[in-house]
């Protein structure tokens, strides 16, 4: 008797164990995405401003840029880079595949829209988006200004990568704190070739949203002889917004009265 007991207690703690193990496999969450490796210049600049996993761990940013014709508020997922942007006079989106445009008039062109769509959220989302996929990252000369020497990253992308992959980027860092100090760029968006041709701005002033440092001011400067020499106009960004909330895929579709501006 007392060994069929025992049998049978054996049984019993067998079939918890089982059953245990089955639940703990349900409950087991899927491991984290692996942490991306970037080269030792851009990766000190990422963390002078938060660092890349803060910025990876939102889902959507909102900010409004000041315009004398009147402010323009910026909404995206950051994920999907799905975008709307809205203002008094119009409306324009971008639901994934499509760029719309919404307005009462001709007030924006449809032809700038697709160049347009993206273009302040990438100034503005400086330097994080420069850790997207699909981008090579090389040293450059350093930046000479004013007495003091920017180290820089120089930025280009792959075949087939966003509207322009000719585009190139040179990201030019502070030598004390590491932070996000010029962006020269080139546009090539619509001709299908390299330009030498860069713009220039200047990253100094900082705002902390929710951990990460996103530019307040941007400053456009003149440039001569392939090098920036005085300001000539500058953007400032209010009201902003990154938190990891998952963002309704509808306030990115076309309205009713939209037309897509493809």
């Known amino acids: 008797m007392k060994s069929i007991l025992t049998s049978f207690i054996l049984v019993i703690l067998l079939i918890s164990c089982k059953e245990n193990t089955v639940t703990s ?18 990766a000190s600049v990422f963390e002078a401003h938060g660092s890349y996993q803060k910025w990876d761990a939102m889902n959507n940013l909102c900010f409004t840029m000041e315009k004398e014709g009147g402010n323009e508020t910026h909404t ?4 999907s880079r799905k975008v709307r942007i809205e203002t008094d006079k119009f409306t324009l989106g971008f639901d994934g595949e499509k760029v719309w445009l919404d307005q009462d008039s001709t007030y924006f062109s449809p032809q700038r829209a697709r160049f347009y769509h993206n273009l302040m959220f990438y100034f503005y989302a400086m330097p994080f988006v420069l850790g997207d996929d699909g981008i090579t990252y090389s040293e450059t000369e350093a930046l000479e ?9 120089k930025i280009s992308f792959g075949d087939g990568v966003g509207d322009a992959p ?13 932070e996000m100090a010029w962006l020269a760029y080139t546009v090539t968006y619509g001709k299908n070739e390299k330009s030498d041709r860069f713009s220039f701005i200047k990253y100094d002033q900082w705002t902390d949203v929710n951990g990460i440092k996103l530019p307040s001011k941007l400053h456009w400067y003149a440039v001569e002889d392939g090098a920036p020499t005085t300001m000539r106009n500058e953007r400032s960004f209010i009201k902003p917004t990154a938190t990891a909330t998952q963002l309704d895929a509808a306030i990115f579709e076309k309205p009713e009265n939209g037309n897509f501006a493809e």
């Open 76 to 79: 995206i997922d950051l994920k």
């Open 145 to 153: 200004f004013e007495g003091t020497s920017y180290p820089g990253t």
């Open 25 to 42: 496999k349900e409950t087991i969450p899927p491991p984290p995405p692996p942490i991306k490796e970037y080269p030792a210049a851009i």
């Open 166 to 178: 000719d585009d190139e980027y040179i990201l030019y860092r502070d030598p004390r704190t590491n």
